[in-house]
């Protein structure tokens, strides 16, 4: 058993218990009790046994999700990206995925991998040897044939008719993976891609959502370029990642469509438009052509009042050299509230996934999944951008 007494805690993102202190309980995996510090029998002797964590001081948080990550990906450099085989590909993939387990991502979802690594993964973790994430998987990317794709080698799974979109979804659930994701538009990273530019079909799209729907999933797409997010939308996708040319018929559509939300990503256009020294000329171009593109209209989707996930789409080189980076990017490059950050990285990203019955906030029966960190996160985002004091996943303590 493990006793968290005096924890700060959060009302949106404690359910159940509304006092701004409490005394978190923790049986085998789960929050078993939320009680007033102190107020629970000090002598019984499972709490003689008991590890206790003194969190005085200290907010207490949700364990945060990380809803787009690539964890096979090393460096933005184009070499470090590159298919090297299935062994440097786990190798990459579990040290990665154990740096976002230490960094409190206690659950990650990962937007493309080769070689169905996140699925050993995730099989190993909840056989209880291998400590990472929970990870939600996509496995390979489903995208029309397009340039720039053979770069990643096995990461991209080319299919161009409903029919080989069909073929290709029901082959990454056959390997148990979790969603499709699907490239609507071209993209930043891919070699003289263009971002704006939509290169799937409305059948295909569809195609895809028809296959996850049958496996009671959902497609997530890549999409910049404003038609692309509207046809993704209208095909019944759930998630639209990054969506840096939305307008405002685009939010018009999200508000309007029951279950389709946007998950931007601040970090990856951050560390794209700054002094990598990865960025070959061609994508230095396209990252300061759309850098405050992107601002104002992600902005404009906060303001609007969508609810937004929690993704940052970062290479393990960034994602380790900037403590906290998504959430310095939603206040200094977005503008948004630190309440509402937190939310995003917690809670909202639960819902959005599908997952918040067990995950996304503090509450009994929910998973003990839970950071806690140094000062008021609620009041000054920055306390994100120092390492935690602990992260505890499953009720096990990481650190
Ligand atoms: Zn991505």
Avoid at 24 to 45: D, H, N
Avoid at 150 to 164: I, K, N, Q
Avoid at 280 to 299: C, G, H, M, P, T
Wanted: charged share 30%; glycine share 8%; with cysteine.
């Amino acid at each position: 058993m493990l006793i968290i007494k005096n924890a700060r805690l959060l009302e949106p993102l404690t359910e159940g218990y509304d006092l701004s202190m409490g005394d978190i309980w923790v049986e085998g995996a789960k929050i078993t009790a939320i009680r007033r510090p102190g107020e629970l029998p000090q002598e019984s002797e499972a709490i003689v046994e008991a590890t206790v964590i003194d969190a005085e001081g200290k907010t207490v948080l949700p364990g945060l999700i990380d809803m787009h990550a690539h964890v096979y990906m090393k460096s933005l450099d184009i070499e470090g990206m590159r298919d090297r085989g299935p062994a440097v590909s786990v190798l990459n993939a579990y040290q990665y995925a154990r740096e976002y387990l230490n960094a409190g991502y206690t659950t990650v979802r990962d937007c493309g991998c080769m070689y169905n690594v996140t699925v050993a993964l995730e099989e190993a973790r909840r056989r209880g040897e291998l400590d990472v994430p929970r990870l939600i998987s996509s496995g390979r990317i489903l995208t029309p044939t397009e340039t720039g794709n053979d770069t990643f080698g096995e990461l991209y799974a080319e299919a161009d008719s409903p029919w080989e979109v069909r073929k290709a979804a029901r082959e990454q659930f056959k390997l148990k993976n979790d969603f499709i994701k699907y490239m609507v538009t071209g993209a930043f990273l891919n070699e003289k891609g263009s971002p704006g530019m939509v290169i799937a079909a409305p059948d295909e799209l569809r195609a895809a959502v028809e296959v996850a729907e049958m496996k009671e999933s959902y497609v997530c797409g890549h999409a910049h370029s404003a038609v692309g997010i509207k046809r993704a939308i209208e095909a019944g996708f759930r998630t639209i990642e990054h969506g840096v040319f939305l307008d405002d018929e685009c939010i018009e559509l999200f508000l309007k469509k029951d279950g389709c939300f946007l998950v931007p990503t601040g970090a990856i256009t951050l560390a794209c438009a700054g002094d990598t020294m990865y960025m070959s000329q061609d994508l230095k171009e396209k990252a300061e052509r759309y850098f405050d593109e992107e601002r104002v209209n992600i902005n404009k989707a906060y303001e609007a009042g969508l609810k937004l996930g929690f993704g940052s789409d970062l290479d393990m080189e960034n994602f380790m050299s900037h403590v906290g980076y998504e959430f310095t990017a939603r206040t200094d490059y977005y503008n948004f509230k630190p309440m509402d950050i937190l939310l995003q990285a917690t809670k909202n990203s639960a819902e959005i996934m599908m997952m918040d019955d067990e995950i996304g906030t503090i509450k009994v029966g929910k998973a003990a999944d839970l950071v806690i960190c140094d000062g008021n996160p609620d009041e000054d985002i920055r306390v994100m951008n120092r390492p935690l004091v602990h992260v505890i996943s499953g009720g096990k303590i990481i650190r």
